[in-house]
């Protein structure tokens, strides 16, 4: 037996609820597309910086030459486009910073351009980075190799892989906006 009201929501209270969360919905949408895509621009310099050290790793290991490039098909270097299309490392037997007969690509990473963010090689690392058996870079010429990689999304700060002439390599969260 029921004894006065009976408990539940009436039509106007479950109208109201449903205003209030489709209200939260529509500024926490905005917000979640930036974090999103905050977190796929440091996920690539991330990965730009991790593969760079790893070539920089194998070339001491092999006690020879390994180049990572800039590859849209992870079987050919390329000197157009930037690292956000995806590179490879290979051992570069004949020290000429392209893939020939006898080198072993050692890794390669598909690029992700879906999310608009770029990542821009300045004058000395525009397209490749190269290793000597001491885990130095070093151009082709034999000239200490150092230089930026710009990793930037719409809306963002900028986000830098740093290589210096020793071959370390780091990451910087920086306050520079990036251009949309």
Wanted: one cysteine or more.
């Amino acid at each position: 037996m029921l004894s006065g009201r009976s408990r539940g929501f009436t039509l106007v209270e479950a109208v109201i609820i449903l205003a209030l969360v489709a209200g939260a919905l529509t500024m926490a949408v905005p917000a979640m597309n930036n974090w999103l895509t905050k977190s796929h621009q440091h996920n690539l310099a991330n990965a730009i910086a991790h593969s760079i050290s790893r070539a920089r790793t194998e070339s001491i290991k092999r006690n020879s030459r390994v180049t990572i490039c800039i590859s849209s098909d992870q079987q050919t270097c390329t000197q157009s486009g930037d690292w956000a299309q995806g590179w490879i490392i290979f051992s570069d037997i004949g020290s000429s910073r392209t893939l020939e007969a006898g080198d072993e690509i050692i890794y390669y990473e598909s690029g992700d351009t879906s999310h608009r963010i770029t990542a821009t090689g300045n004058q000395h690392i525009k397209s490749y980075s190269s290793f000597v058996s001491s885990g130095k870079s070093r151009l082709l010429s034999g000239a200490l190799q150092a230089g930026t990689i710009t990793v930037c999304a719409p809306g963002q700060n900028a986000t830098t892989v740093v290589l210096a002439a020793t071959g370390r390599v780091t990451v910087t969260y920086t306050t520079t906006p990036c251009s949309s």
